[in-house]
Every structure is written in C-alpha cells, then in structure tokens.
C-alpha cells in the first residue's frame, strides 16, 4: 500500500530568478545551439526547463534515467515561480535563442501555445505507447490539424482540506465521511458551513478559510467553459458560472469568512503553520506544500475531505522544441518520465496525481493514503474527484492571466471594496491584460 509518510517537497534546485536566468542565458554543450542540449563523442546532453514541484527532479527520475540509459545526460533547472518561468519562456521563443530542450508548460498556458507557438514545438502525435493519458488531458495541448505539442504529467482534481482540531472547536464533526457530507454537492453549502464556524468556534481569532479566490477558483473550474467558448471568444463578463462564483466567494469575503491570504502569495505560508486558517481548497498537487509549510507540529491535524463538487484545477505538460538537436532523444525521456509507471511513482512520492488513466486505476495509486493528513486515503478520494472531472475542458490564450486577475479582485473586496467596483475593476483590468 503506498504511503505519503515521508511527504516532503524537497528544496527546488533553483530561486525563481535564477531558473529564469538560465532560460535567458541558455547554454550550449554540443556545439552552436539555440537549446541547452546536444551530441559529442556518443554522448548526449538534454536540458529541461521547469518550474515549481512537478516531481521530475525531486522524485530521483532523471538519475534514474541516466543509469539506465548511460550515454545520457540530464540538466534540469526549476524555476520556482511559474509567472516568471513563462514570462521568460515567451522572450525566448520569440527570439528563438536560449531555450531547453524540454520545457515544462502549465495548463493555464496550453491555449496560448498551441494557438501562437505550435511551430515551435515537437509533435507527439502518434508516438507509440502514449494512449495511456485521459483523453480530454492529450485535447489540452492538440492544436486544430492534430499536433500535439508535448504530454501530460499531472492533473488537478480537487478536494477540501482542513484542520480537524478547530473543527472540534466549533463543535463540527471532524471525521473526513461526515465532513465532506456537510457540504456535499453544493459550494454555497460550504460556506452556510463557514458561517456556523465563525459563529461557535471557540478559541481564538480564526477565519473559516483561507481566501475568497481559492473558493472561486474551486468553483469555476468544475465547468465547462470558464473565461472563454468553445470558439475561443471571451466570455469572463458574461458567462453565468463566473458571475455565481463570484458573488459567492465575495459573500465569503464580506461575512469575514476568510483569513484574506491568497494561495502561496506572502502570508499564506505561515497562515499553514499558524492555524490562521480551518479550511482550503486544495488540489492534490497542493498537498505536499501544505504539509512542507505546515509543518512537522500539524502532522495529523490537518486533514482530507471531498469537496462539493469535482474540479480541476492545474496540471502541466513537457514539450520537446522542434530546433532541439537532441529532438528525437529527448521526445524519448519525455515518453518516459510521463509513462504510467513514473507518473505513479511521482504520485507516491509527493502526491501528484497522474494524467495517465492506467496509473489512475494502479493499485500503487488507489490505495495510496496520507500520513501527515491522518492517513487520508488519497487515492481514493483524489481518484473519485477525477472522474467527476468535465470530460471537455475549454482553455483560451490567457486562462492563467485572467484567473490571477480575478483573484487581485476579489482581494480588493477582502480589503473593503464594494464587490461591483470590484468587478468593474477586475474587468477593465482583464481588457487591458488580453488586449
């Protein structure tokens, strides 16, 4: 049975200003390249751009790769801040200089990618053994003729976690069954429950949950269609799922329901350690931040519940650059570190869960449980909230850049701002950041 007793995010190899640096650098070990890699004496060198925990360095893949395949060598640098990852990926492409091999590409980038930048990219249509991925995860990064510009690692199903001891001190149950029942199939459930919190919780000055956005975002990413149609026009202002999201959120936000601590913005972290907060939500690949952040002194407190309703929220890729002169040995490591087997282990390791939906239905996957969130199964709680994912899933070209947007928004209302300026501030500000 896996365990995720030992779950630990290990230090990222680089600052975020450093993986950026290198992005711009670049470096060059086979000759004149505009990637890091390449080919001397039998040997080959493959670079990779990446950026916060994926679990590709972290989980020993890549010194397991080079040991079974000796003639190889890999050069990983993370960037720990995705925004900036990005905005340096963008410079790069548009100069055609200083890239890696494989770059890493979050889902809230996927669109803009396939739609302005498939020519930079290596196809993985057809690569043999890749049939294992959930279908609408591969969709993400196919462009309109069929490329598909790299191969899922992660995804982000979500679910709610929360602090088992300040439950008690409102007088709410606190195992995860009976939890994950009181607000069951309805977010506005979830927060009728933050109210009963606030009103008898006993013990000191503590919000219900950590932030107005991260219950937007919850709720939004269980449709559909979010900040854009299916023919790729905007619909952020007018689409009815965004509207009740945040209006809810802002209800949250107003009542005093939330600790106005944006997820991994500053604060957030000792808000963990600190019991700020009782609940958050939080996708699998959250977990082994949380319990980094949280510490060894919550071990056991915090715990794992479903959330109302399924969600995704997150995810990445790794794509291969088409100019790479290890092109073909590095869409190779690609298949490799996104196969079944390693997804499985990164998930054992650190608990992302798999994109591949064999990994999904492994044992190793299904009876996976939590240590520090008190044996929470986790397999089986993430696992269900995967299958409850939407099977189609609309992006456009600035999903990332919006959601942030939105998420400075509803701070303002937080810090007192009328929720209508607010949102009238949020969306002249989203018009500015799309063009």
């Given at each position: ?149 790299g191969l899922g690692t992660d995804i982000g199903p979500m679910a709610v976690c929360y602090r088992k001891d300040l439950f008690e001190k409102a007088g709410l149950p606190t ?27 006993k013990g000191g000055d503590v919000a219900f949950t950590d932030s107005a956005s991260g219950l937007f975002n919850a709720m939004i990413y269980g449709n559909s269609e979010q ?186 209302v937080e810090q007192g701002t009328a929720r209508d300026k607010a949102w009238d501030t949020t969306m002249t500000r989203v018009e500015k950041a799309v063009g």
């Open positions: 049975m896996g365990t995720l007793g030992s779950l630990r995010t290990k230090a990222v190899a680089t600052v975020a200003a450093v993986g950026a640096l290198a992005l711009v650098v670049g470096c060059s070990s086979g000759g004149d390249s505009a990637t890091g890699g390449g080919k001397k004496d039998g040997k080959v060198t493959i670079t990779m751009g990446l950026f916060g925990v994926m679990g590709i360095k972290e989980t020993g893949l890549l010194e397991q790769y080079e040991k079974e395949n000796p003639n190889v060598t890999i050069k990983a640098e993370i960037a720990g801040d995705e925004q900036t990852y990005y905005t340096a990926l963008q410079t790069r492409l548009a100069a055609g200089n200083g890239l890696k091999d494989i770059q890493g590409i979050e889902i809230g980038r996927a669109k803009e990618i396939t739609e302005t930048q498939s020519d930079k990219f290596a196809d993985f249509a057809g690569t043999a053994g890749t049939d294992h991925f959930l279908p609408w995860k591969q969709s993400q990064i196919s462009t309109a003729d069929g490329k598909v510009l195992d995860r069954e009976e939890v994950g029942k009181l607000w069951a199939g309805d977010w506005s459930k979830y927060v009728e429950v933050g109210r009963t919190f606030k009103k008898d919780f900040f854009y149609n299916e023919k790729g026009d905007l619909i952020h202002d007018k689409n009815p799922v965004v509207k009740k999201a945040w209006d809810l959120a802002s209800d949250a936000a107003e009542e005093g329901l939330t600790a106005k601590l944006r997820q991994f913005q500053p604060g957030w972290d000792p808000g963990l350690a600190n019991g700020t907060f009782a609940t958050a939500v939080c996708p699998a690949w959250m977990l082994s931040h949380i319990s980094e952040k949280a510490g060894p002194a919550n071990k056991g407190k915090w715990d794992v519940a479903r959330a109302p309703q399924g969600a995704n929220w997150g995810g990445s890729f790794l794509s291969v650059v088409e100019q790479s002169p290890v092109k073909k040995e590095a869409q190779k490591l690609v298949a490799w570190l996104t196969a079944p087997e390693q997804q499985a282990h990164i998930f054992k390791e650190i608990g992302n869960i798999p994109s591949s939906k064999t990994a999904l239905d492994s044992d190793d996957v299904k009876n996976a449980k939590s240590e520090y969130f008190d044996n929470a199964p986790i397999g089986q709680i993430f696992g269900a909230a995967a299958q409850e994912i939407p099977d189609k899933q609309v992006l456009g070209r600035k999903d990332g850049t919006i959601k942030d947007t939105f998420s400075q928004g509803l701070a303002l």
